[in-house]
């Protein structure tokens, strides 16, 4: 069949099942009979921003879940009336989300008004426990393998694997030698500035103290992540001043020949 488009008056063919009135569907979308349709249809109303109180004449449906004309609007008007003071710790704060009522300004000084932990670390803390006096450890920790604890030789210190106490050992060896003055485990924490999100912070494992009085940090790593990674390069970036070495497998195998000269020397079942 033929006819002519109702919009703008071409020639087209067409199968009589189509009932076509219009040549393409640009002309149907943009033909004054189905656009008097759509008015009849659509409901306008008269609405208000509740940021600047800006009016507007929009369709109904657009309007049952708008608040605000813009994005400049929507931030002004969340964080109106939401500026709280911190009962703990006495500072102002702002709720930026301004969709739930926020008494303190963090964690830690709601846990301190309280007076009790979060309880993932009251159950961590617990479970750390029960494995430490049955002997047993998680194997989703990465030191799963390693004897964590404190030992006696060493002044009580807690170290998190038998590599990190028996360097200890061979640090008090090089003392006894006169090859370095003293050490620290753990003793100073290097924070990353402008670093928000992943590894913020960074601590190295033992701080050395040379004759000299220069320092210097050594780190005992069997293996590397890609967390201690990220470490290691951040360190280097933000702290190029600081001299920090590397104890791999390599250097512990080195150093445990002198295992015979230190006493309480801790091996595991392989004897390394």
């Not at 509740?50 to 609007?73: N, V, W």
Request: positive net charge.
């Amino acid at each position: 069949m033929k006819t002519n488009c109702k919009k703008c008056g071409v020639a087209f063919s067409f199968s009589p099942s189509q009932k076509r009135q219009y040549c393409s569907w640009g002309c149907a979308f943009t033909s004054d009979e189905r656009n008097n349709k759509l008015k009849l249809k659509t409901t306008y109303i008269e609405w208000t921003c509740k940021g600047c109180g800006k009016m507007e004449r929009l369709a109904k449906a657009k309007t049952s879940r708008k608040s605000f004309c813009s994005s400049k609007c929507r931030e002004s008007g969340y964080l109106k009336n939401i500026i709280n003071i911190c009962p703990e710790c006495k500072k102002e704060f702002n709720n930026r989300n301004g969709r739930r009522k926020q008494t303190y300004c963090s964690n830690p000084c709601k846990f301190k008004a309280l007076g009790k932990l979060p309880k993932t670390e009251e159950s961590i803390i617990k479970a750390t426990k029960t494995r430490r006096a049955n002997g047993v450890y998680s194997s989703s920790n990465m030191y799963s393998r390693c004897k964590d604890g404190r030992r006696d030789d060493l002044n009580g210190i807690y170290f998190r694997s038998r590599w990190e106490a028996n360097y200890a050992r061979y640090l008090n060896f090089l003392i006894k030698k006169g090859n370095i003055k003293k050490w620290e485990y753990e003793s100073y924490t290097f924070w990353f500035d402008g670093i928000r999100r992943g590894v913020v912070s960074y601590k190295p494992d033992f701080k050395i103290i040379n004759n000299n009085g220069i320092h210097e940090w050594h780190e005992i790593k069997g293996y590397l992540d890609a967390k201690s990674k990220t470490k290691l390069k951040r360190m280097s970036k933000y702290y190029p001043g600081e001299r920090l070495i590397l104890i791999g497998q390599k250097e512990y195998k080195s150093i445990s020949q002198y295992a015979a000269l230190i006493p309480n020397w801790e091996t595991d079942e392989r004897g390394r």
